[in-house]
């Protein structure tokens, strides 16, 4: 605790110190693209605009590499398995504010109920950075980044949409950039609602009752500048209901009356200097999130947790020299009605790069020492050979990520264990080598990776949470993007996976092929269509038996049109109602429409 007191004094002289020097323009964030040779897909607001839905999960669809699994539709729990690993190996950033929820049984993000009206760029990393954001991310991160007000350049700018579609679906929100001379940011609220479709596999439940969901986020995000500091602020509220009915299996339209309300609270501070070392930055965040089920079998259930993160940042450059250092201090809670528990962990970490000519490395370590599990330390380290169009690249990283306080100490439900106390931290090994070669009309990336795994969390029912043997992933991926002139362009990518282990780990495909065309045949108007193939997997059905999922293909297209301040879109997912299905829910949504309106206003 006494870190945490030190911390915020210094936030507060900095804070408090004389306005009396010039003013300075600083960033000292992390920028782990700095420190990452490998292929790194960034989304701007306009493939933001070109998903088609209000949800991340269609955006990230569209990203070579990343496999998305929903129980049902909007509202239903998802999950995001990144080149082979698991959901919860993914850390979810919000502008470098870890949101994994720390209530769920595995720490992973779950972004049912995040909308995106504020989100200006997702950035997915698809090699594991335990240096810079630990243990959360030996899979990989996904760093999302609000917008802060107007641009450099920019008026400030004002949004309204409306939008509604299939299963009686809704949608609004509203967005307003402010400035006030040296301060700027923006403020958004958005609602959705949606009376849904059934969760389960009604062809073995024989369930068809809808189950609905409502969504409200609320959000703040500023910058704050004074004569030599800068501060960021950051408030989000993100409010989920969604129904979860047919549990019981009693029959056709059944209407269980289960539900599950969740409540995320996040908050954030950063205080950014400039030095003759370098840029300084103090950060403090909170994650806070309170979830509440209700079900007719098992009555009513509260899961509480927080994770409170305290970190000093220093990135400095020196020539060709790039490197970011820091101390972390996380102190983590987790509560239900019959558990309490809570960890620390502190962090120290150094990261470089260094450029010489055509050769450009990078190196980091990160050491941690766990309040239950004592020390233990990940390492990343690159080279990049660039010859303009063409770059060859190698990367290595290793990571360690220890249980959730649920895995740990969750009590026995209905007889049968489920927290087990001797579970060790789970660890990932990953290198990777490819090309990039850019020309005039095309950009291709082509990537092998292997991500080794070991001690890996399962959960068996009637045992309880177990380490599994290891098992190694290895793959190839290729992204492809053609341009024709300045109207088409074209998207293609495909993911190869292949599980050295004698069981293929659940709901991973072997084969992923992505397309996506673009075409703008006059200024206003842009047309796209989007197909999505995913191979054969497997699942564990209600009796221990693993059995396989039939492969899968999804075409969307869609319509944005554009005129002065106004924007409308049309979207059409599943052209061809495709049914498909895994073991307990709906796999894949059937047809259905989604248009929204958007006017722009200074």
């Known amino acids: 605790m006494s870190k945490i007191v030190l911390l915020f004094l210094l936030i507060s002289i900095s804070v408090s110190a004389q306005d009396k020097l010039e003013t300075i323009h600083v960033s000292g964030d992390k920028d782990p693209l700095a420190y990452n040779f490998g292929d790194t897909k960034i989304l701007n607001s306009e493939d ?8 991340m999960a269609e955006l990230l669809k569209s990203v070579s590499s990343i496999m998305v699994v929903q129980n049902g539709g909007p509202g239903g729990r998802q999950s995001y398995f990144l080149r082979g690993t698991e959901s919860r190996h993914v850390a979810f950033m919000l502008d470098h504010l870890k949101v994994n929820d720390p209530t769920n049984n595995d720490r992973h993000f779950d972004s049912a109920f995040t909308l995106m009206p504020d989100i200006e760029e997702v950035v997915v990393f698809k090699t594991p950075q335990p240096v810079l954001y630990g243990s959360d991310a030996i899979g990989g991160v996904i760093l999302l980044k609000t917008r802060k007000g107007p641009a450099e350049g920019e008026q400030p700018m004002g949004k309204l949409s409306v939008g509604g579609g299939s299963f009686s679906s809704f949608q609004e929100s509203f967005l307003q950039d402010w400035t006030k001379t040296k301060d700027q940011g923006t403020i958004s609220v958005s609602h959705y609602q949606t009376m849904g479709l059934s969760r389960l596999n009604k062809k073995r439940t024989k369930s068809t009752e809808r189950d609905g969901a409502e969504v409200l986020n609320l959000g703040s995000s500023s910058t ?22 047919g549990y019981d299996n009693s029959g056709e339209n ?48 509260t899961f509480s947790g927080s994770n409170l993160a305290n970190e000093m940042t220093l990135v400095s450059k020196l020539g060709a020299l790039e490197t970011t250092s820091g101390l972390s201090y996380e102190h983590e809670s987790f509560a239900d009605q019959s558990i309490e528990k809570n960890f620390d962990l502190s962090s120290l970490y150094f990261h470089s790069k260094y450029q010489l000519g055509v050769l450009s490395v990078h190196g980091g370590l990160r050491g941690d020492h766990h309040s239950r599990y004592g020390n233990f330390y990940s390492g990343a380290t690159g080279l990049n050979l660039n010859f303009g169009p063409l770059e060859i690249f190698g990367q290595y990283a290793q990571g360690v990520k220890a249980p959730t306080l649920y895995q740990l100490f969750a009590p026995p439900s209905y007889g049968a264990p489920i927290g087990n106390k001797n579970l060790r931290p789970e660890t990932n090994k990953t290198t990777e080598a490819g090309i990039k070669l850019k020309t005039e009309n095309q950009d291709l990336v082509i990537t092998a990776f292997q991500n080794n795994l070991n001690s890996q969390f399962t959960y068996i029912n009637g045992v309880g949470y177990k380490n599994q043997d290891h098992f190694i992933i290895q793959g190839v991926e290729t992204n492809l993007t053609s341009y024709f002139g300045k109207k088409i362009r ?25 397309s996506a065309l673009y075409w703008t045949p006059v200024e206003a108007i842009e047309l796209f269509v989007k197909d999505r193939i995913v191979s054969a997997r497997t699942d564990i059905d209600e009796l221990g038996k693993r059995v396989k999922l039939n492969p899968y293909d999804v075409m969307s297209a869609g319509v944005l049109w554009r005129r002065d301040s106004l924007e409308v879109s049309l979207t059409v997912e599943n052209i061809f109602n495709r049914v498909y299905e895994d073991i307990y829910a709906t796999a894949v949504m059937p047809l259905s429409f989604w248009g929204n309106l958007t006017y722009r206003f200074m």
Do not use: C
């Open 224 to 245: 704050h500048k004074w004569s030599r500091f800068e501060s960021d602020l950051l408030f989000k509220y993100i409010h989920g209901v969604a129904e979860q009915d």
């Open 490 to 514: 074209w998207q293609n990518s495909y993911t190869h996976q292949k599980f050295l282990k004698k069981l293929t780990p659940l709901r991973r495909p072997m084969n992923t092929f992505v």
């Open 254 to 301: 059944a209407d269980t009356n289960d539900r599950s309300y969740s409540d995320q609270y996040l908050a954030q501070h950063k205080t950014r200097i400039k030095s003759d070392l370098g840029n300084f930055q103090l950060r403090q965040g909170l994650n806070r999130y309170h979830r509440r089920i209700l079900t007719k079998l098992g009555g009513e259930e």
């Open 48 to 55: 933001i605009k070109l998903s088609g839905s209000p949800f």
